[in-house]
Nanobody, 119 residues
C-alpha cells in the first residue's frame, strides 16, 4: 500500500511564495510520474504541473513562469515551488503519483493542502 502526503500550504499575500512538498511512503514500487493538481470549491480538479522519472515536465498555462515542479533528492519525494502567487491560485492542492508495481501502473492521491492567497 502506498500513502501520499502533501504539506506546505498556508496563507500568503499576493506576490508571495510557498513551497509544497509531497512524499510517498511504501516500498516495492517506482514512481513513474508525480503530479500536482488543484481544485476550488464547485470547480473541477485541474492539472497544475507534472514530472516523470525521466525528467519530462509539463505546466498548466496559468502557472508557467511562476511555478516550478521538481523531484526531491530523497527517494519518493517532490516539490512545487510557487512564486508570484495570485488570488486566482487559491485552491486545495493535491499530489498525485503513478507508480510501477509488478509491471502495472497504479494511481495514488494525497489528501490535499490548502493554499490561500490574499489580495
Amino acid at each position: 500500500q502506498v500513502q501520499v502526503m502533501e504539506s506546505g500550504g498556508g496563507l500568503v499575500q499576493s506576490g508571495g511564495s510557498l513551497r509544497l512538498s509531497c512524499a510517498a511512503s511504501g516500498s516495492g514500487f517506482g514512481i513513474k510520474s508525480m503530479e500536482w493538481y488543484r481544485q476550488c470549491p464547485g470547480k473541477q480538479r485541474d492539472l497544475v504541473a507534472a514530472i516523470t522519472t525521466g525528467g519530462t515536465i509539463n505546466y498548466a498555462d496559468s502557472v508557467k513562469g511562476r511555478f516550478t515542479i521538481s523531484r526531491g533528492s530523497a527517494e519518493n519525494t517532490g516539490f512545487l515551488q510557487m512564486d508570484s502567487l495570485k488570488s486566482e491560485d487559491t485552491a486545495v492542492y493535491y499530489c498525485h503519483i503513478i507508480v510501477d508495481w509488478r509491471s502495472l501502473s497504479w494511481s495514488y492521491w494525497g489528501q490535499g493542502t490548502q493554499v490561500t492567497v490574499s489580495s
